[in-house]
């Protein structure tokens, strides 16, 4: 069982930049691929950035590539999300996710991970 609670949600102006943490309770977190999604109202949930648990490679949306990026420190059980220039379309409620595969064959598919947090909203004003 994997326990996420992610932070660093907020308010920001378009262009600014925000951090996203998620904490994640886990003896073998390293062996976790762990993943960024996002929930707009009225939208489906989508993948926004996914880490490899093996070569801890990346893997990103086209819609944030060159603005987010993901990336984790199994020292301290701890996946970030670093948003650059955001957007009014960024604006959504942002998970982190967790799925037991080493290496998932579509990494921002929901439907690869077993475990999510409960989300934190990231607002950006135009």
């Known amino acids: 069982q994997v326990q996420l609670v992610e932070s660093g949600g907020g308010s920001v102006q378009a262009g600014g930049s925000l951090r996203l943490s998620c904490a994640a309770s886990a003896y073998t977190y390293s062996s976790y691929s762990m993943g960024w999604f996002r929930q707009a109202p009225g939208k489906e949930r989508e993948g926004v950035a996914a880490?490899?648990?093996?070569?801890?490679?990346?893997h990103y949306a086209d819609s944030v590539k060159g603005r987010f990026t993901i990336s984790r420190d199994n020292a301290k059980n701890t996946l970030y999300l670093q948003m650059n220039s955001l957007k009014p379309e960024d604006t959504a409620m942002y998970y982190c996710?967790?799925?037991?595969?080493?290496?998932?064959?579509?990494?921002?598919?929901?439907?690869?991970?077993?475990?999510w947090g409960q989300g934190t909203q990231v607002t950006v004003s135009s």
């Open positions: 996710a967790a799925t037991n595969s080493w290496s998932p064959p579509a990494p921002l598919a929901v439907y690869e991970y077993n475990y």
């Open positions: 880490i490899y648990a093996g070569d801890s490679s990346s």
